[in-house]
């Protein structure tokens, strides 16, 4: 029997690659998942991608009692990876308190868990949003970080604090934070990606989606930035790379080789790549164009920002291999096998 591993928010977009990740790698998952942004069928495709099916528990981790009876009946857990959290950045304007709420109780309550099951080993999905617009770039994990544009950005600089604090008043749990850049991209198998649920906010599935002709045309928020072709620039990153990443970090943690109790790293490619840009890559990956318009900047987009990827490449010894072209045609792939397009 492999090492055992919760993953919460295991059936979610980066989840669920994840748990792929670790399975091929003889790791045994166990995910929490209250299915409130995904759906039970993921469970199924990633048994369809690996052969195993992971054990599956479906709940709210908010839920305290279920919780700890969770922990109760498996006690042979060695390391969590908590994805399960709200993402809507335009949302969490709207929800403050919901989005406080869910992504930061639910952290609390993991780490009380941890120190109360004795289980040590903690890897947490940040985001580059802690940098806001930053001073230089490319960005390093050195990089001050800025006021977060939004109460979803302010929940993943908070639960950083938190981890930092929690560290070092309890020495039984080390974790690593990785701070995400822009994830996009399907599992090359096209039976995982991303489900938005309605409008989609991001730009990928944005593309894919008008692609694919369920949106008209797709609005470019933006082509007067201080950019070389006037639209924002980012750093996308392929969503199994990513999920490589957690693998990665997950045996740091087991094999003890963190150098701090507290760690964060930021996963991206290190290149920046322009909202026009992805469009091109996307229609010469896919040789299917994309209806789009330029409209005015959306309220709160930062001009640019992309990854310094050192650490992640010399400490962590990971790197991003997907290229950019690769990954558009496996965001198509998905598009397009659910929804019956030939
Ligand atoms: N964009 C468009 N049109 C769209 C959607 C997006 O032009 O329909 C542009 C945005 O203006 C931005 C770029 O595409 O320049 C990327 O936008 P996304 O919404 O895909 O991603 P963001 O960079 O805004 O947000 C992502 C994650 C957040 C995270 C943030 C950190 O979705 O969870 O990065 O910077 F907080």
Do not use: C, M
């Given at each position: 029997m492999g090492r055992q591993v919760l993953v919460t928010g295991g059936t979610g977009y980066i989840g669920s690659h994840t748990v792929v990740e670790l399975q091929s790698k003889g790791f045994e998952v166990i995910i929490i998942d209250d299915l409130s942004n995904s759906s039970?069928?993921?469970?199924?495709?990633?048994?369809?991608?690996?052969?195993i099916r992971p054990l599956f528990e479906q709940f709210n981790l908010l839920d305290a009692k279920r919780l700890n009876t969770f922990f109760q009946k498996y006690n042979h857990i060695e390391a969590i990876i908590h994805f399960a959290a709200f993402k809507a950045v335009g949302e969490s304007v709207n929800k403050p308190l919901a989005y406080y709420q869910n992504n930061l109780i639910s952290l609390m309550y993991i780490l009380e868990c941890m120190s109360r099951?004795?289980?040590?080993?903690?890897?947490f999905s940040s985001s580059c949003t802690v940098y806001g617009q930053p001073d230089q770039?490319?960005?390093?994990?050195?990089?001050?970080?800025?006021?977060?544009e939004s109460p979803y950005g302010n929940?993943?600089?908070?639960?950083?604090?938190?981890?930092?604090?929690?560290?070092?008043?309890?020495?039984?749990?080390?974790?690593?934070?990785?701070?995400?850049?822009?994830p996009i991209g399907a599992h090359p198998s096209s039976l995982i990606g991303e489900l938005p649920q309605g409008v989609p906010n991001n730009l990928v599935p944005f593309i894919t989606q008008t692609a694919a002709g369920i949106r008209p045309q797709l609005s470019i928020f933006g082509d007067d930035y201080q950019t070389p072709d006037g639209s924002c620039i980012r750093d996308y990153i392929n969503v199994v790379d990513l999920a490589k990443a957690h693998v990665v970090a997950i045996n740091r943690l087991l094999d003890n080789k963190t150098k701090s109790r507290y760690e964060f790293f930021n996963i991206g490619t290190g290149k920046g790549a322009s909202v026009l840009e992805v469009v091109k890559t996307f229609e010469k990956a896919t040789g299917?164009?994309?209806?789009?318009?330029?409209?005015?900047?959306?309220?709160?987009?930062?001009?640019?920002?992309?990854?310094?990827?050192?650490?992640?490449?010399?400490?962590?010894?990971?790197?991003?291999?997907?290229?950019?072209?690769?990954?558009?045609?496996s965001a198509w792939n998905w598009e397009k096998k659910i929804r019956n397009i030939n």
């Open positions: 039970a069928e993921v469970v199924d495709q990633i048994e369809k991608i690996t052969g099951y004795k289980i040590s080993n903690l890897v770039l490319p960005v390093t994990e050195q990089t001050p970080k800025k006021e977060a929940t993943k600089a908070i639960s950083e604090e938190i981890l930092n604090d929690v560290v070092k008043a309890t020495p039984e749990i080390t974790a690593i934070a990785l701070r995400y850049f822009n299917v164009k994309v209806n789009y318009t330029i409209v005015a900047r959306r309220p709160g987009d930062i001009e640019q920002i992309y990854a310094d990827t050192t650490n992640a490449n010399k400490i962590l010894g990971w790197k991003a291999e997907v290229s950019l072209h690769d990954t558009l045609l």
